[in-house]
């Protein structure tokens, strides 16, 4: 199992909102450190999405925003489009395992 | 253009050997940690080891300390990471990523492409 737990699914019709959770413990999130998250499109490598919690980097839409509170994080995507499916990843680091950790990844389907 | 690309994957038999490389470009390598990152089959991601800019200190995930070994040469801008003793879990596909930032803990901004790597008898 993954350190950071994240829904293994959701889905939301275009231009909904979305949200993916990213729960984690008082070793990793909850104790300060920083989450990033990662977009993977299909057959392709992940990319790079948001990163300390929730900046963007040059060239991801603003539809893309992140918020971290206690041992969580959170990505949402509003004015969901076609080309957001794909698998999203939060990443952040483990002081009792002194590395860093992903969570297990969130496939985003757009109906 | 800042670029990463990994090479060296193929087949091997457990218990076997392999070294994949990771060419840098578009960027002064030695300024950057680095990490490798692996993803089996149909599964999420997984952080193996990173090693700072001028190597003196290098970082592994318990699934592979002991076996894996992370380098750089930062004059010929390449990354390695040697893996010894492979087992079928090791099957993946093994990204190089480099760490944003001058430092550790800003996330991961550049990812190569993939090498696969692939341990059967």
């Known amino acids: 199992q993954s350190v950071l737990t994240q829904p293994p699914s959701v889905s939301g019709a275009p231009g909904q909102r979305v949200t993916i959770s990213c729960t984690g413990s008082?070793?990793?999130?909850?104790?300060?450190?920083?989450v990033h998250w990662y977009q993977q499109l299909p057959g392709r490598a992940p990319k790079l999405l948001l990163y300390?919690?929730?900046n963007r980097p040059s060239g991801v839409p603003d539809r893309f925003s992140g918020s971290k509170s206690g041992t969580s994080a959170s990505l949402a995507i509003t004015g969901l489009q076609a080309e957001d499916e794909a698998d999203y990843y939060c990443q952040s680091y483990d002081r009792s395992l002194s590395g860093y950790v992903f969570g297990g990844g969130t496939t985003v389907t757009v109906l | 253009q800042v670029q990463l690309v990994e090479s060296g994957g193929g087949l091997v038999k457990p218990g076997g050997s392999l070294r994949l490389s990771c060419a840098a470009s578009?960027?002064?390598?030695?300024?950057?940690?680095m990490t490798w990152i692996r993803q089996a089959p149909g599964k999420g991601l997984e952080w193996l080891c990173n090693?700072?800019?001028?190597?003196?200190?290098?970082n592994y995930a318990d699934s592979v300390k002991g076996r894996f070994t992370i380098s750089r040469d930062n004059g010929k801008n390449s990354l390695y990471v040697q893996m010894n003793s492979l087992r079928a879990e090791d099957t993946a596909v093994y990204y190089c990523?480099?760490?944003?930032?001058?430092?550790?803990?800003?996330?991961?901004?550049?990812w190569g492409q993939g090498t696969t790597v692939t341990v059967s008898s």
């Open positions: 008082s070793s990793n999130i909850g104790a300060g450190y920083d």
């Open positions: 300390i919690n929730n």
């Open positions: 578009g960027f002064r390598l030695s300024d950057y940690y």
């Open positions: 990523v480099r760490e944003a930032g001058s430092g550790p803990l800003k996330g991961m901004d550049v």
């Open positions: 090693i700072s800019g001028g190597s003196s200190w290098t």
